[in-house]
């Protein structure tokens, strides 16, 4: 590739973005099974035994390390740097164990403290920290690909995620061994449970939160591909994260470098397919979760949800008796109250010998709104000239609402009411009227109308009720209907039957109101279906197809197949056979009492009324002027003063019951995200990664077969192979985890593993810079017990470790060899916390979630992290929304699990430290801090250095900030002037290089 | 990565020597966003990508079938997929008529009269196809290539194989993304670095509002800033004189440099008030119902100018399942206007020869009928349409079935598109890889045909 070196600017962009235009080299296939044996390649041989260089002139530190490091550099002919000074080491260690900067107090006392020890105390001191389960547990996030919510397709929140997090922080925290961190992330579920307390086996399910913690495509509805990707991503993490090796390659051919086979992958696969990731496989599949509330915890969550829903229905119960029980005494006293309200003198109720508590004496208010009626003219008004007729005749009045009442019991019968004119069909939820089938009533075009009334608007289970109807159901081929649902009017036409062809029309922005007459229509005109409520328009559909004709009745108040009824007054209800125009029907909405003929086939009008009729009619007014939803003696919405006292009492105590039993509710069940084991099954090779094309025999169960020694493991028949998989990884035989894990270990101390591909171990990956130190350090993580802890003492005890920085050397341009320690610059999480730290704003609140959204709800906008401040690894990390403070310095893509961030020097880094809110507010924190003190500014300066950069400042930096300060202040207005100066001034400090590195 | 830099360029940074002409080249030391010459002679300097979210559909818009309208009513006479989002029923003509246009005489439905008097600029490709039959995965494998996993978006490998040709902008901007269906994912850096992850303008505000994230002071002093600046280049180049030669220390010196001057260039872009009235009303931002879009195209057209290698803006949601005849005719209106005044600008500024014009959805809509006004996903056989930036104008590629279903000859998957738009910026889609994860990756995986028919 010539072109490669035609300008000095693809060169230098050649330099900083390396593999740019490498062309993929495919090597020739290499044949055969024996390819995939234990082979040449370094990593898949065992770790040896190395004994340290013996060393000649060097070598005081007596630490392993260095022996190692000074052979290696004296072969190139380069030396360690000389040591760095205690600022600059306390500085690098905080960073390195706790993610922080120290403090000015534990700068000082580092440099003050003589004793010999004092380096391994403060290491020992930083490794108790809280902080450092925090720091560390934030280095396995980024493998673990760990976030609080699914991110790709389906972004739904995965609330119990953090579980997994602080579980990764505790075992830190307690250096929990490597190997168990790992089985119990890989089979946490399978270990042994006899005699463990249910406490650690919650937290071994919690660590399995790995496998399903992934990206997921949730609505791929080729359901077996969605399956089997999620087992791809679990190969992948789990393989990449303990293994080093990119297996995922061989899900469609064998791996073009690795000796890893399609055989491999699916043996491997077998094992996450006999594995339950997902709770369901829905249409937006929702990922699994197990319970992990004690048993204890369930039983008081169930004693406690029992009580609850006995006092509920208790308390549901008392005060619906007790409305019956009110409502049944008006109607027991209303010749008393119609006496009252006419004037008349109302007899004292009679009691029993004394032995009953006299009734109480009739209501002021509901007398008077009675007499209201009373003195309506009785000569024009039929209403009050019924109630006055039962005011002079009291015992007609004593019977009145049982006689009313008792006439309508149990009878489907007819009833008419008042209507918009004359007469209305008074619908009581169980009664209908009916028109025969006749085809005249089908007609091709069509008009639908009537008047409506209704005191309420249905609300629970099915929400319509018909009002006009003809032919069936909905789903009925030739269904007309005219509906109300919830408060809304809709028509329903059916043109060829079934679901699939029901048309609909519901009128949008136009609400009926209860107690009121609505004029509701529709017209088909064989194109258009056209709603009208109040003779307006209200919605309309194309539909431009024929109707055909039903063979049904047309029915009035119910669904014409009886399924639901309607409750209300239906008036001036026809049929036509042509669809009126919207001035006709308008029309009709606004003179309701004139007669309709033209195109006429069915009519409901209610207009021709015999004398009996009226009578009744007028009963039924009166009647729901009395008791009706609103009449006078309808249940108040507040009828608790109307109770009798006792009554009120036994509520009130109910009520109060269960206040308490809310504010002793204990904690909701927790639940985790985790895997169960499914049937154990062994999958055939998918030839070409296809579900859809699979080989012929499955392939037994197992693990990379180049990785192995000795015989094949026997996996159990029972079991998903999950254990025997996490039981093979840490085994000392394994030639791969140890070696992967203390290269990330290294990698994260000095910027650069030993490998520098720590998430590739394969024959693409970088070869080891120190080989025997490798596998030396291997040996020597795995004869510690795998503790980390153990690792960290014996890295940063190095001379190497503790060397300064230095400009490279031109003899290793990539300090590969150590020849001092490399500059790194903070990562995201650093930056963020040092600068609340600095300001004094750092929360450091150990653990929980601030995710405060709905499990399995969609991610909204991620409004926590720009506001809160506590340490950054507690802030919700959103898939594909990650907050943007720290995205900008590179923080690890959550949804690919990676071990190595690149840092970036991009100008919207500098945009942060110009313009955001974290780096204003944080130096405005401080500046207030500072000149809170009872100092002079030379030594306000002095502490904002050594809080910023962990030093004091020379003299000339001090003189320079002054002058600084000073030119600041002049172009403020003297209150605000010292804070917007001192600002400024730590502003400029926290973008200061010296901020963002660490030496 | 950044230490690996060969030596010298800071040292004259620091004694500020350099001029303005050879800063470029410092920069690109420092700066992964250079800009880099392309591999072979390009056809096009840079793309503006119109994205219809939600499935614009096909046979409504750009693919005329006569067929379809001959059989409107009867069942498809063939297997419809496997996998299909929700059922449907009988094929169905469009509600639209179709016209011929331009010299060219390409059929195109009233849905968009004013692109259609551009025909002569168009080149339809009319057999797209991709994998997914829903939003977020069509989505994905739209902007990034896989439905399946985690890959960086095209913009961001454009921006990574070509850099930016104004180092005071970000090298790919996306205007009004939308945040679900991958969000993040469709102009997302994944492995690259992440300076080529896309940047967002608004998304989920009025496009009016929109803007780039603490690009401005909350203080708007400038002179407070420019003392801070000064003081802080003292510091660092204090620091700089102790630590000894370090290209990231250096680079972050520049780097606030090009911060300030940001600030002042990318509000600049974003100001419109610049614009004649005939060019506002050329795009349509005197209309409500097209001011919207409008602005976006207009905006699209500013940062393309002032050299953002990848632009894209976003409207929706053509996602019809129900009422397509109102809702599609709507959406057309929004958009028919301010596309064509963007096509007509940027041809009468001379920018359309260099500049890649590309229109499309994330799938295209079922010829047949879902409910009773709707059209289903469609991922089997979609159109896209490109425009300026190499390609033959006034020609169509592609063809589907007499229905528009499947596509019959001359298929181009979304690989191919890929490929293809690599191919005009001076790319080999082959040679543009990235190394993670031991393997070198391709926007196109191991995909990938350059449809060299449409190049002109």
Not at chain 1, 83 to 90: F, S, V
Not at chain 1, 137 to 147: E, K, N, S
Request: contains cysteine; charged residues 25%.
């Amino acid at each position: 590739m010539p072109y490669r070196f035609s300008t000095l600017a693809l060169l230098l962009s050649l330099l900083v973005v390396t593999p740019w235009l490498r062309l993929v080299a495919v090597p020739a296939s290499p044949g055969g099974e024996a390819f995939f044996a234990p082979t040449g390649h370094w990593s898949f041989q065992a770790i040896r035994e190395v004994a340290p260089p013996t060393l000649g002139r060097v070598g005081q530190s007596g630490n392993p390390i260095d022996a190692f490091i000074e052979t290696s550099l004296a072969a190139h002919d380069l030396h360690l740097a000389p040591p760095a000074d205690r600022r600059t080491l306390i500085r690098r260690a905080t960073f390195d164990l706790t993610g922080l900067p120290p403090t000015p107090e534990e700068v000082a006392a580092f440099i003050a403290d003589t004793r010999p020890d004092a380096y391994r105390r403060l290491v020992d001191r930083l490794m108790a920290s809280p902080r450092y389960g925090e720091r560390w547990g934030r280095w396995w996030l980024d493998v673990a690909r760990y976030a609080d919510t699914n991110g790709q397709d389906e972004n739904k929140v995965m609330a119990n995620a953090w579980r997994y997090r602080d579980w990764v922080i505790k075992a830190f925290a307690d250096d929990l061994p490597f190997d168990q961190f790992t089985t119990q992330q890989i089979a946490g579920d399978l270990l042994p449970t006899n005699g463990v307390p249910d406490e650690v086996i919650f937290n071994r399910w919690i660590a399995t939160g790995l496998l399903v913690m992934g990206p997921k495509m949730l609505a791929e509805q080729d359901k077996p591909k969605l399956v089997m990707d999620m087992v791809d991503e679990q190969i992948d993490v789990v393989t990449r994260a303990f293994l080093g090796l990119t297996v995922g390659c061989a899900r469609c051919h064998d791996h073009k470098f690795d000796p890893i086979s399609t055989r491999d992958y699916y043996a491997l696969a077998g094992i996450f397919k006999s594995t339950r990731a997902m709770a369901n496989l829905d249409f937006v599949s929702k990922f699994n979760e197990r319970c992990i509330s004690s048993p204890q915890e369930l039983a008081a969550l169930e004693a406690h949800e029992k009580s609850l829903v006995a006092n509920t229905n208790a308390l549901a119960a008392a005060i619906q008796n007790a409305n019956t029980a009110l409502t049944a005494s008006w109607k027991r006293d209303f010749a008393s109250y119609l006496a009252a309200a006419a004037g008349a003198e109302v007899p004292a109720p009679a009691t029993d010998q004394g032995t009953t508590p006299a009734r109480p004496a009739p209501d002021k208010g509901l007398v008077e709104r009675l007499g209201k009626l009373l003195m309506v003219d009785a000569t024009t008004n039929t209403l009050s000239g019924t109630l006055n007729i039962l005011a002079v005749s009291p015992d007609r009045a004593a019977t009145f609402v049982h006689d009313f009442e008792d006439s309508r019991r149990g009878t489907n019968g007819v009833h008419l009411a008042p209507g918009i004119v004359g007469g209305a069909f008074l619908a009581s939820g169980n009664n209908y009227l009916e028109i025969a089938h006749r085809p005249d009533l089908d007609p091709p075009q069509l008009t639908m109308e009537t008047w409506m009334l209704t005191d309420e608007f249905p609300n629970d289970g099915d929400t319509r009720r018909w009002l006009l109807n003809k032919n069936g159901s909905e789903w009925t081929e030739g269904h007309f209907g005219l509906v109300i649902h919830r408060d809304r009017a809709g028509v329903y036409l059916n043109i060829g039957g079934g679901k699939d062809n029901v048309f609909s029309v519901f009128s949008e922005g136009y609400n009926l109101k209860a107690g009121r007459w609505h004029h509701i229509a529709a017209t088909y005109d064989g194109a258009m279906l056209r709603l009208y409520c109040d003779g307006r328009p209200a919605g309309e559909a194309t539909v431009n197809r024929p109707r055909k004709p039903g063979a049904q009745s047309l029915a009035l108040g119910r669904r014409q197949d009886g399924y639901i009824y309607f409750k209300g007054r239906l008036d001036e209800a026809r049929v036509l056979d042509r669809a009126l125009a919207p001035a006709e029907i308008a029309a009709h909405a606004t003179q309701p009492g004139r007669p309709v003929e033209a195109g006429v086939v069915a009519r409901w009008e209610f207009n021709d009324l015999t004398t009996e009729d009226r009578k009744a009619m007028a009963e039924v007014e009166a009647y729901d002027a009395l008791f009706g939803a609103a009449g006078v003696f309808a249940l108040p919405k507040e009828p608790r003063p109307y109770y009798p006292p006792t009554t009120r009492e036994a509520i009130e105590q109910l009520e109060h019951e269960h206040d308490t039993l809310m504010a002793h509710a204990p904690a909701p069940a927790s639940f985790a995200l985790s895997v169960t084991d499914d049937q154990p099954a062994d999958l055939p090779v998918h030839i070409r990664g296809s579900h859809l094309n699979l080989a012929k025999d499955p392939v037994p169960r197992g693990f990379i077969r180049a990785a192995y020694r000795g015989e094949p493991p026997l996996l159990s028949a029972k079991q998903s192979g999950r254990l025997e998989l996490a039981r093979w990884l840490t085994s000392p035989d394994n030639p791969l985890m140890a070696r992967v894990i203390v290269n990330r270990l290294w990698q994260a101390h000095f910027g650069e593993g030993l490998v520098r591909t720590p998430d590739n171990f394969g024959v693409r990956g970088d070869l080891p810079s120190h080989p025997e130190l490798l596998d030396w350090l291997a040996r020597e993580f795995m004869r510690t017990g795998w503790s980390v802890k153990a690792m960290h003492r014996l890295i940063m005890a190095s001379a190497t470790y503790r060397q300064q920085t230095r400009e490279t050397s031109p003899a290793d341009p990539e300090n590969r060899y150590l020849s001092h320690f490399p500059r790194q610059r903070l990562e995201a999480e650093m930056v963020r916390d040092a600068l609340l730290e600095v300001s004094g704003r750092l929360d450091e609140k150990v653990g929980g979630t601030l995710v405060s959204w709905k499990n399995d709800e969609y991610a909204p906008e991620d409004k926590v992290s720009a506001s809160s401040t506590r340490r950054t690894i507690y802030l919700p990390i959103v898939r594909d929304r990650v907050y943007d403070a720290l995205t900008i310095f590179d923080f690890a893509n959550p949804s690919v699990g990676m071990s190595r961030r690149v840092p970036t020097v991009v100008s919207h880094q500098a945009l942060f430290f110009l313009n955001s809110p974290l780096v204003k507010d944080s130096a405005t924190a401080l500046a207030r801090t500072l000149l809170a003190r009872d100092t002079d500014d030379r030594d306000r300066i002095r502490q904002a250095y050594e809080r910023v950069l962990c030093r004091p400042p020379e003299n000339d930096e001090s003189a320079r900030a002054y002058q600084f300060l000073a030119s600041v202040e002049s172009t403020f207005p003297p209150t605000e002037a010292r804070t917007a100066a001192w600002s400024a001034l730590c502003q400029t400090l926290f973008a200061a290089n010296e901020f963002l590195y660490r030496d | 990565m950044l230490r690996q830099c060969g030596a010298g360029f800071g040292n004259l940074a620091l004694l500020g020597l350099l001029s303005s002409v050879n800063r470029a080249v410092a920069d690109t030391a420092a700066n992964p966003l250079a800009a880099r010459p392309p591999q072979f002679l390009p056809r096009a300097k840079r793309i503006i990508f119109l994205f219809m979210h939600g499935g614009p559909s096909h046979v409504d818009t750009f693919d005329y079938k006569p067929a379809l309208i001959r059989d409107s009513g009867k069942p498809l006479p063939f297997a419809k997929p496997r996998v299909q989002f929700a059922k449907t029923s009988n094929l169905r003509k469009s509600p639209w008529e179709f016209r011929p246009y331009g010299q060219c005489g390409a059929m195109i439905s009233d849905l968009f009269p004013l692109v259609g008097a551009c025909a002569d600029d168009l080149c339809l490709l009319k057999s797209i196809h991709g994998t997914n039959e829903a939003h977020g995965g069509a989505l994905l494998k739209l902007h990034t290539g896989s439905d399946t996993f985690v890959r960086p978006s095209m913009g961001s490998w454009i921006s990574y194989g070509l850099g930016s040709e104004n180092q005071n902008l970000p090298s790919f901007i996306t205007v009004n993304p939308t945040m679900g269906h991958g969000g993040v994912g469709n102009w997302s850096s994944a492995f690259l670095p992440a300076v080529h992850q896309g940047t967002p303008i608004g998304g989920g505000v009025p496009v009016e509002q929109a803007t780039i994230n603490y690009l401005h002071d909350p203080n708007e002093n400038v002179p407070l800033q420019r003392a801070q600046l000064d003081l802080l280049g003292e510091m660092n180049r204090q620091h700089l004189a102790k630590s000894g030669h370090d290209p990231a220390l250096e680079a972050r010196i520049e780097s606030f440099e090009l911060a300030f001057r940001m600030q002042t260039e990318a509000p600049e872009t974003m100001n419109l008030a610049g614009e004649t009235e005939a060019t506002k009303r050329l795009y349509g931002l005197d209309d409500p119902k097209t001011a919207s879009f409008a602005r976006q195209c207009l905006l699209a057209r500013r940062f393309s100018e002032r050299g953002v290698r990848f632009v894209q803006v976003t409207h929706g949601y053509w996602d019809q399942h129900e009422d397509l005849t109102k809702d599609h005719g709507r959406l057309g209106r929004e958009v028919d206007r301010p596309i064509a005044g963007l096509l007509r600008d940027l041809k009468s500024r001379g920018l359309l020869d260099e500049t890649l014009v590309m229109w499309g959805g994330e799938f295209g809509r079922t010829p047949t009928l879902q409910g009773t006004d709707g059209r289903d996903h469609h991922p089997h056989a979609f159109t896209m349409w490109l425009a300026g930036g190499g390609v033959k104008g006034g020609h169509s590629y592609g063809v589907t079935d007499e229905y528009g279903f499947y596509c019959a000859d001359e298929k181009v998957h979304v690989h191919d598109l890929h490929a293809t738009l690599l191919a005009l910026l001076g790319i080999n889609h082959e040679a543009l890889t990235y190394r993670y994860a031991g393997r070198d990756f391709r926007l196109t995986d191991v995909e990938g045909r350059v449809v060299s028919e449409i190049f002109a």
